[in-house]
Nanobody
Framework: QLQLVESGGDLVQPGGSLRLSCAAS????????IGWFRQAPGKERQGISC????????NYADSVKGRFTISLDNAKKTVYLQMNFLKPEDTAIYYC????????????????????WGQGTQVTVSS
């Protein structure tokens, strides 16, 4: 059974950094897309960054470009999100999700392409 487990969420001051991790297990796919989404209080969930298993394609939301970096350790089936220069508006629950079809929509970080989701990890940016 496919499982995604996020970790690394915390309370951090503005300007600080965090690294989120998502460990995937229970599948033997060679080609897939895995990514990060977030949902702030009172807002819809949005795609933040996604990466293909070949690691030749990474997508970022405009709001995080230049501050966040996604990376994938294929051997460990673990995806990371390095978040730097955090802002209060980055406060949200961060979810990891997987597109098992390695689809065009998945590579564009479109939510509907992702069929498997983790439980989420809370990131709070506040002084």
């Amino acid at each position: 059974q496919l499982q995604l487990v996020e970790s690394g969420g915390d309370l951090v001051q503005p300007g600080g950094s965090l690294r989120l991790s998502c460990a995937a297990s229970g599948f033997t796919l060679d080609y897939y897309v895995i990514g990060w989404f977030r949902q702030a209080p009172g807002k819809e969930r949005q795609g933040i960054s996604c990466i293909s298993s070949s690691a030749d394609n990474a997508n970022y939301a405009d709001s995080v470009k230049g501050r966040f970096t996604i990376s994938l350790d294929n051997a460990k089936k673990t995806v990371y999100l390095q978040m730097n220069f955090l802002k209060p508006e980055d406060t949200a629950i961060y979810y990891c999700a997987l597109d098992s079809r390695d689809s065009v929509l998945g590579r564009q970080c479109i939510q509907s392409a992702f069929g498997s989701w983790g439980q989420g990890t809370q990131v709070t940016v506040s002084s």
